[in-house]
């Protein structure tokens, strides 16, 4: 089972993210931490084996390794030397204390939500960090022992060129990391940047132009928005359809074709940390999440899954060369292109 822990508590709100997380809460991670408790031990009571964990948020180095403690002494018994233990951080409040308790309480993974180097364009996304922060806390995470860490970045904004996103990708190269995750820009309604969309670069992306400039420094491209040396397994998990646990304000969970919503509100969640909306997929929308996910990942989608005439529309794909079919599955190469492809696939 991969389990996914919520931390919804930021320093500060990037002006692009419409993440469930909220600033000036300090005061409520205690009750938050107790309910948090109170509903991972009801989720561990039908867990056998734990396969990855991923604490995100929010800001997880916002809150300190004290209420950590809590949750890795429930988690313990469950978890074997070798799973991945996913922890983000922020580079302004990864301190090397911090970094130091992660890693000693089993984390094993750090992901940096650095967005650039450049402090204009920091600035402009209002984040709580400077470049030299985020490359001091890169480097601290690897001197206090972490092998497996990753970055964050954002593209397609308006202060973007060439020459910024090569400089951002030179420096991210330059550190201990093998993982990138860069993403470009959404605009989200409810966010600070809503009211000013003009802010995505949109006349061209930069999506070929940092992908060719991660790859070509060794790094592969396992999703749309995902490159390493190393791949993550709980990321995998999820482009996989795998079964997952979600403990947190909002932290939806996935088993067996049915999803669970929490609260996503702070209090009502720390009121009722037990309550869960259940939606029942439907056998369409499975399919058309699995061919979305596959098409997007190298995950790829199984044919036995798809029918008569979706398999058809996929091997004429394969006859133009746009998919692979290998072992009983069809397989993307350009992910930037994985929803046209998806989308042929399901027309009627
Ligand atoms: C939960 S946040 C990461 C952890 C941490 N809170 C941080 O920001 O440093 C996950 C990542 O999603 C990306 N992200 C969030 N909102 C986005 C948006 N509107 N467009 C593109 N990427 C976004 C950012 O790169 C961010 O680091
Ligand atoms: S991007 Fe990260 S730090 Fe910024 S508001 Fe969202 S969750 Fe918080």
Request: hydrophobic share 35%; charged share 30%; proline share 3%.
């Amino acid at each position: 089972m991969q389990i996914y822990i919520h931390i919804p508590f930021c320093d500060s709100k990037c002006f692009y993210c419409s993440f469930n997380s909220y600033t000036n809460l300090e005061n409520r991670i205690k009750d938050y931490s107790i309910s948090l408790l109170k509903s991972l031990k009801y989720e561990l009571k039908n867990v056998k084996k734990i396969d990855s964990i991923y604490i995100g948020g929010g800001t997880p180095s916002a809150v300190s390794p004290f209420y950590y403690k809590e949750i890795f002494e429930l988690l313990s018994p469950f978890i074997d030397k070798k799973i991945e233990i996913t922890i983000e951080a922020n580079p302004n409040s990864a301190t090397k204390d911090w970094l130091l308790q992660m890693r000693e309480l089993g984390v094993n993974r750090v992901s940096f939500g650095v967005q650039s180097f450049n402090d204009k364009k920091l600035k402009a996304l209002n984040r709580a960090h400077s470049s030299k922060e985020a490359i001091r806390a890169v480097e601290l995470a690897n001197r206090v022992g972490f092998k497996n860490i990753s970055l964050d970045l954002i593209y397609d904004f308006y202060l973007d060129s060439k020459e910024l996103l090569k400089k951002d990708i030179e420096i991210a190269f330059s550190l201990p990391i093998n993982h990138i995750s860069a993403y470009e820009l959404i605009i989200e309604r409810g966010t600070n940047f809503f009211s000013t969309p003009e802010v995505k670069a949109n006349k061209e992306s930069f999506n070929f132009f940092i992908r060719d400039e991660i790859i070509k420094r060794g790094f592969s491209w396992y999703e749309v928005s995902n490159y390493g040396k190393y791949k993550s397994s709980h990321n995998l998990g999820y482009w996989s359809y795998k079964n997952y646990i979600g403990v947190g304000a909002g932290a939806v969970g996935f088993i067996d074709n049915k999803r669970f919503y929490p609260h996503t509100n702070i209090e009502k969640y720390i009121k009722e940390p037990l309550f869960k909306r259940v939606e029942e997929l439907r056998y369409e929308d499975i399919l058309t999440e699995k061919i979305f996910l596959g098409l997007r990942s190298i995950v790829g989608v199984k044919k036995e899954i798809l029918p008569s005439s979706m398999q058809k529309r996929a091997d004429i794909l394969v006859d133009e060369k746009r998919l692979e079919f290998k072992d009983g599955s069809y397989f993307n190469k350009d992910f930037f292109i994985s929803d046209e492809l998806a989308l042929f696939i399901m027309q009627n």
